[in-house]
């Protein structure tokens, strides 16, 4: 059973950045594709962000385009989300979720999800 589990998250001040890890276990992280989405009070899921297992990503989010950058590093069974430039916008959970299925920025074409790692970014 494939499980992940996010790390990073924080408070940070309107224009700082925080790095999101998504550790991965039960399997190896090169079989799957990872997405990350985020989640603010009273709103629904959203896509962030997906990479194919080497390197290949795609964006969903029009308003975090040129500050957030997926990656993944395989050997280390980790995924990664940098976050620059934050503003109070972006304060959510961050999840990070995985599939052998296409990348997609639709939440329930993945199996896998973390519990979510919380950002809070104050102005």
């Known amino acids: 059973q494939l499980q992940l589990v996010e790390s990073g998250g924080g408070l940070v001040q309107t224009g700082g950045s925080l790095r999101l890890s998504c550790a991965v276990s039960?399997?190896?992280?090169?079989?799957?594709?990872i997405a990350w989405f985020r989640q603010a009070p009273g709103k629904d899921r959203e896509g962030i962000s997906c990479i194919r297992p080497y390197g290949y990503s795609i964006n969903y989010a029009d308003s975090v385009k040129g500050r957030f950058t997926i990656s993944r590093d395989n050997a280390k069974n980790t995924a990664y989300l940098q976050l620059n430039s934050l503003g109070p916008e972006d304060t959510a959970v961050y999840y990070c979720?995985?599939?052998?299925?296409?990348?997609?920025?639709?939440?329930?074409?993945?199996?896998?999800w973390g519990q979510g790692t919380q950002v809070t970014v104050s102005s």
């Open positions: 979720a995985a599939s052998r299925t296409p990348c997609s920025g639709n939440l329930h074409d993945y199996n896998y």
């Open positions: 039960g399997s190896a992280l090169a079989l799957y594709n």
